[in-house]
């Protein structure tokens, strides 16, 4: 019972020490805090980015589609065949049907401002096939799908080439691999930025350290422990993580909101800005309780690594 009591007013006076200098080096706390506000803004934005483009790649990814155009002798049982094995393959998402009339009435709907092309189409019985609209789950995985309707016994069913091909097989690829790239690019700038803001504290605590030496010195040749002396630095660094992920969550707030009002068209380039105001809204306090734990965290790491630094360099000297 003791011991506990020793140790909770051992963390109280740290905590206090802490606080004291977070307020008496107001310098050094603001210039820290206003570092660290600037790296987890950056983090934030980067993490929603890439929710956004997330986001932005699954609809563009809903519309890559491939049309399997079948012969008009194709039977109903062949074509059911036909879609049962599709459906199958591990790669495809869903199957569609489309008939004869259906592909028709598409087409008229399309082209409902040429009346030549309506007046073109009327005067011929239906020469529009058939098809089959297949949605693959990811399409940069397409090889399966496109080698098993390359079969002999699948190709005789089709009435002409499948949508996958040519300028389209080209743009469908394109698009591929330009979304996988975005993908990979956020996730390396998150990971980056996170790094660069502990760089960031361990150095900013080290200056600290530096210009405590004397008072640190004391602290040891008077018995101070370990972590006696770590412990206000710790719950210093911690302090600037709270603030400063506090203001990083404000001011990126403001800035979705801002630009959500500003571009009319919410959108810059594959950054669907209403979708990241909107995100960002709907998980307001998810996005507050993880950027504190993560400036926390960051500050907590990184103070004490550099007073460990220190303290190692101390004890060795």
């Known amino acids: ?96 049907y489309v008939s004869k009339q259906q592909a028709l009435d598409k087409y008229r709907d399309q082209n409902a401002g040429n009346a030549d092309l309506l007046v073109a189409i009327s005067q011929t019985d239906n020469p529009l096939p058939a098809s089959l609209n297949v949605k693959p789950i990811d399409p940069n995985q397409m090889e399966e799908l496109k080698n098993f309707l390359e079969k002999p016994e699948i190709k005789e069913l089709q009435s002409n080439k499948t949508s996958y091909s040519g300028d389209r097989k080209e743009a469908i690829d394109k698009i591929s691999h330009a979304t996988n790239f975005l993908q990979q690019a956020g996730l390396v700038a998150v990971i980056i930025f996170t790094i660069i803001s502990i760089l960031i504290i361990f150095n900013t605590i080290r200056m600290a350290i530096f210009n405590r030496r004397d008072e640190l010195n004391i602290m040891r040749l008077l018995g101070a422990s370990t972590w006696y002396i770590r412990g206000p630095f710790v719950v210093e660094t911690m302090l600037y993580g709270l603030i400063a992920a506090i203001l990083s969550v404000l001011i990126c707030g403001a800035l979705f909101s801002l630009s959500s009002g500003t571009f009319e068209a919410s959108t810059l380039g594959l950054l669907d800005i209403k979708f990241a105001n909107d995100y960002f809204i709907s998980h307001y306090w998810v996005i507050l309780t993880g950027q504190i734990a993560v400036g926390i965290l960051i500050g907590a790491a990184s103070s004490f690594l550099a007073t460990r630094r220190y303290l190692k360099f101390k004890t060795t000297k």
């Open 1 to 96: 019972m003791k011991s506990l009591k020793r140790r909770l007013i051992v963390l109280e006076r740290i905590t206090k020490a802490g606080m004291i200098n977070f307020v008496r080096n107001a310098w050094l706390s603001v210039a820290a805090v206003a570092v660290m506000v600037i790296t987890l803004t950056i983090v934030l934005f980067s993490v929603i980015a890439r929710v956004t483009f997330n986001n932005t790649i699954a609809q563009i990814n809903d519309k890559i589609d491939v049309s399997v155009y079948l012969k008009d002798e194709v039977t109903v049982q062949q074509k059911d065949s036909l879609v049962n094995k599709i459906k199958q393959l591990g790669t495809v998402k869903s199957v569609t």
